[in-house]
Structure formats: structure tokens, C-alpha cells
């Protein structure tokens, strides 16, 4: 057979591949590779029947090929024929025992294929160590040996900054700490090209700058460029709708705690492109914090009948349930989120959560520690065993662990909180008034409602130290917050008795009354105070004897 002739079936092979009939690219590359016996349409027979889906035929032809140890492409291949059948030691052993230096890098593999591929001059390749670290990680997390995938992720996205799959799976599996998240990407060397991709990855880490900074992040991907000649236009300024973008944007307002402003954007994104699950993820939990019940059902319906196969979607069924206080079907839901993929970090919070709200402590106790043993760069694990040895009066351990999570997260100002509320237990009313203050200046402001309770706290930690004028100016502060708070109330009621102020004292505990008739405190309270103020009324010089 001429040349030609072998070439065209070579572009008809490529086609079929792109019209996605793998059936008849199989049958072509097959006549091609027999044929000529070339490493190179061997390779596109293997891609083919990979691509088909015959894993195991596609392994059989590579490894029976005498170069598939010789070359880096035949070897890549083989090992994701493995990775697809689950043969996870094979897979490693196919892809070599390549070592790590003391920085993390992987030592700089020679490519020494002299394959043609057909490839565009003009394109720009994926390096092919860097898809071999990632692929070598891969294996690792689905041996569970995570400490080794996390290295190795981590050598991926350095050979190779394009690698994002890298960066996805060490964000979303929560592998690294902030600060470690910022390390690596200020080590990654981009191309001069590349910079609109270093400011879109410092928007895809977690998000606990100060206001400022992160504002500052997205508005680089955001802004329009200047110039009027579209070709020479920078390509952020296409970027200004970007749903992924967007979505970094609503899971920063989640963590600020601004969660209508992330459920009204989240729903403007579902709209666009209703099947963004990392978006969907960030829109179920705001709508939990709403305590939205009817979204997280038709969430949670549409989730189950098009993905009945993902973790996120019977998650969705366990929030709708949590959120209308059916703990024991939520549990249930979570539970199979958690072995549908034991790597979806919100299903083991949500599994402990729906223990520990029935104060089944023991249970959420061991969701918990499944959760910061699986994701070391997650710090809400480790914050809620502190909460939950706080809830049993174990202070000294709340406060060990909290501090764990503040480690982890340093800058989550819910950390600093839960701190402060530590301290006030153990009557550490300083230190407590130093954590509350550090939390209220870790948030973004204006102040949110979500936080009135910090500021209650802040008060109360300020009127044990008997600074009765801070005190008062933070319970009014709470007030423009919330005028339903009965702790608010007592505790400026019993301020001002404490400053002899009867008669504010005595309005504040009607107030606080008014909200729960029955609260023991506060009756007693006001009696004393309504005695006070009949005693201080009278004047001490006047004898009625």
C-alpha cells in the first residue's frame, strides 16, 4: 500500500476519533499498525481502543510492544489503561520508581520518543513528567497512601503549571494548609503568557486574606482592558462572566458568612450552566445556612435522577433532611455520600454534624476524626472535636485542638471565636476580649448578623472585667444586629444594675422578659432591681422613726 494511502487512513482514524466512533478508529488503526508496524500507529491503535473503552486489549498491545519501557508515551498510556481497571501496584510499577528531590520536584525525565504524532506545531504541550506525577498520585490516593499522592500532585503542577488536575485534587481534597496552598503556587514558574492563569489559581485556594487582598485577586481577572483593538486585548478581560471564576467568588462570600449574596449568585450561575457541580456544591451550602428547605429538595431531586452515581448528590438529600431537623434520614444520606467517594470532605462534616446536634457526641467524635485524619488541610474537623469537648466541658482539650485548626487556618476568623469562647469559660476574660476582637477584625465589613453572637460574647467578656461602658457600647452594637437576642438584653440589663443605672436596668429586663416570660434569671433579676431602685429612691436622711 502506497504512502498516501496509508496517510489517509491515518487522517480517517483522527477523524473517527473526533467524531467520537471509536468502533470504526479501532478497525482503521488496526489495518494501519499492521501495515506498517510503526511505534507511532501502534500508539493510535492503543489510543483508540483506549478511548473505546477495551482497557485490557489496549495494555495487551503496548506492553506486548518491544519500546514500552523505551518510551515515556507508551509507558504513560499503559499505566492509564491500569489506573482504569484498578490495578493500582501495576500502575506504579508501569510508570517506574521515579524519586522526588529535597524540594519536592521530580528529577527532569528524559522524553525519548521519536514518535510522530501529527501534532500542530503551534500547539503547546502538557509536559509528560508532569502527567506522570499526577497520574503516580493518583495511585497513591487510591491506595490510600495520601501522604504520598499529596508529594507527588504537588511535583505535577511544579514540572508543569498547566497540570490543573494537580491543583483541583490538592484544593478539593483538602491536602494542604493555607499557608502551604500559597507556598506552592508563589513556587510555581509560569510562562510570561501565563500570568492571567497564576491570578486564577490564587482565586481557586482557600480564601481567608483580608478583604482587601482577595477583592484585589478577583478584580486583576476581572477588569477591563483599555485598549480599543480586541486583538491586542488582554485575555482577562474575557474572563469577567467566567462561571468557574464566579463560582471562587460565591464560595468566598460562603466563607465571609455573606450568604445571600452567594445563593443569589450561585442561582444566577445554575441558571447558566446548570450542571456546574462545584458551584452546585457551594449553592447547596449556602441555602442550608438560609435554612432554604424547598431548594435543597429540588436540589437535592434533579442531583439523584442526573448523578445518581456522585457523592454530591445524595449529600444534597442529607442537607434537605438536616435542614428540616430530620437528623436520623440525614445521617443516613450523609453516610452514603461518604461511601459512594470517601474523599468528599462536606459529607464527613455533614455525617458528624447530624450526630452531634442530637448530642450523640461519641459518633460525631469519630466522623470527625475520619475527616482530619482524610483532609489535613481542612480545618473545620479538628475545630468541631474542639467544640465538641467544649460542649462537654473539656476546655483544656477544646483549646488544644482549636488551636490545632487555627494552625491549619489562621486566618478563620470562626476560629478565633470559638478561642475566645474557650477562654471566657475558663474565666480568662482578657485573653477572651483579645480572640473576640481578633475575630471581629479578621471580618469583612460591614458586619454581617452572623456575627452579633462575637459581639454578644465581646460584652459579656468585657462587663466580667467590670468595663461597663465597652460592654454597653458592644451589647448596642449587637442590637442594630438583632433585637430578639434574650442574651443581648439580660446581659445590658444586669450592666447597668451593675452601675446602679436601675431604672435602663429595669427596662432591659422587661425587654429581655418580653421575648421569654419564663427565663429564671432575668425574673429574679428584675425583683431585685425594682427593690434597688425602691430603696436607692429613698432619701438615707430622712428618720421615720
Known amino acids: 500500500m502506497r504512502e498516501e494511502e496509508i496517510e489517509r487512513l491515518r487522517g480517517v482514524v483522527r477523524d473517527c476519533v473526533s467524531k467520537h466512533l471509536y468502533s470504526s478508529a479501532i478497525f482503521f488503526a488496526d489495518k494501519v499498525a499492521a501495515i506498517t508496524n510503526d511505534p507511532a500507529d501502534i500508539y493510535m491503535q492503543a489510543q483508540a481502543l483506549f ?56 528529577y527532569e525525565t528524559k522524553d525519548n520518543s521519536d514518535m510522530y504524532l501529527d501534532k500542530d506545531g503551534e500547539d503547546r504541550e502538557m509536559n509528560i513528567s508532569s502527567a506522570i506525577c499526577f497520574l503516580r498520585g493518583k495511585a ?26 494537580a491543583l483541583e485534587c490538592l484544593v478539593e481534597n483538602h491536602m494542604l494548609t493555607c499557608e502551604e496552598e500559597t507556598s506552592l503556587l508563589s513556587s510555581l514558574q509560569f510562562g510570561p503568557e501565563d500570568g492571567w492563569l497564576s491570578s486564577f489559581y490564587s482565586c481557586l485556594i482557600k480564601k481567608y486574606d483580608k478583604e482587601n487582598v482577595v477583592e484585589a485577586k478577583f478584580k486583576e481577572l476581572e477588569k477591563e482592558s483599555s485598549k480599543t483593538d480586541l486583538s491586542s486585548q488582554s485575555l ?17 462570600y460562603h466563607q465571609c458568612g455573606e450568604y445571600q449574596k452567594c445563593f443569589e449568585l450561585t442561582s444566577t450561575l445554575l441558571e447558566k450552566d446548570p450542571f456546574h457541580l462545584k458551584c452546585t456544591l457551594v449553592h447547596l451550602a449556602a441555602a442550608m445556612e438560609l435554612g432554604n428547605s424547598n431548594e435543597l429538595y429540588l436540589m437535592a431531586c434533579n442531583l439523584v435522577k442526573d448523578y445518581p452515581q456522585k457523592a454530591l448528590s445524595w449529600f444534597a438529600v442529607g442537607c434537605y433532611y438536616y435542614c428540616i431537623k430530620k437528623y436520623d434520614q440525614s445521617r443516613r ?18 455525617f458528624g454534624n447530624a450526630y452531634a446536634v442530637r448530642e450523640e457526641g461519641d459518633q460525631a467524635m469519630s466522623a470527625y476524626r475520619t475527616g482530619a485524619r482524610l483532609f489535613p488541610g481542612c480545618h473545620l474537623p479538628t475545630l468541631y472535636i474542639g467544640m465538641e469537648y467544649m460542649r462537654t466541658h473539656s476546655f483544656k482539650l477544646a483549646e488544644q485542638f482549636i488551636m490545632q485548626a487555627k494552625a491549619i487556618c489562621p486566618a478563620d476568623p470562626l476560629v478565633h471565636n470559638e478561642l475566645g469562647v474557650v477562654a471566657y469559660h475558663m474565666k480568662e476574660y482578657n485573653q477572651a476580649v483579645w480572640w473576640f476582637e481578633k475575630t471581629l477584625a479578621l471580618i469583612p465589613n460591614p458586619l454581617s448578623e452572623m456575627w452579633e453572637p462575637t459581639v454578644v460574647n465581646l460584652a459579656h467578656a468585657y462587663r466580667k472585667l467590670k468595663m461597663f461602658r465597652e460592654a454597653i457600647t458592644f451589647y448596642e452594637k449587637a442590637l442594630t444586629f438583632s433585637t430578639k437576642s434574650l442574651s443581648t438584653y439580660a446581659g445590658l440589663a444586669y450592666t447597668y444594675h451593675l452601675q446602679d443605672n436601675f431604672t435602663s436596668a429595669i427596662t432591659y429586663y422587661h425587654k429581655a422578659l418580653w421575648l421569654k416570660p419564663d427565663d429564671p434569671f432575668c425574673t429574679e433579676m428584675l425583683n431585685i432591681a425594682l427593690a434597688d431602685e425602691c430603696r436607692h429612691g429613698i432619701d438615707p436622711k430622712i428618720d421615720f422613726h
Open 236 to 252: 482577562m478581560c474575557t474572563l469577567k462572566d467566567n462561571t468557574d471564576l464566579l463560582a471562587c467568588k460565591a464560595e468566598y
Open 333 to 350: 444520606y450523609f453516610s452514603k455520600s461518604t461511601s459512594l467517594d470517601g474523599t468528599f470532605a462536606p459529607a464527613w462534616i455533614g
Open 140 to 165: 497513591y490516593e487510591a491506595l490510600e497512601n495520601r501522604a504520598q499522592a499529596r508529594q507527588w500532585y504537588k511535583a505535577a503542577i511544579k514540572a508543569d503549571p498547566l497540570c490543573y488536575e
Open 51 to 106: 478511548l473505546g473503552r477495551h482497557f485490557r486489549r489496549a495494555y495487551h498491545l503496548l506492553n506486548a510492544s518491544k519500546i514500552v519501557f523505551r518510551d515515556l508515551r507508551f509507558r504513560y498510556l499503559a499505566a492509564k489503561c491500569l489506573e482504569e481497571l484498578k490495578e493500582w501496584d501495576q500502575c506504579l510499577f508501569m510508570l517506574g520508581d521515579e524519586k522526588l528531590d529535597e524540594h519536592g520536584d521530580a
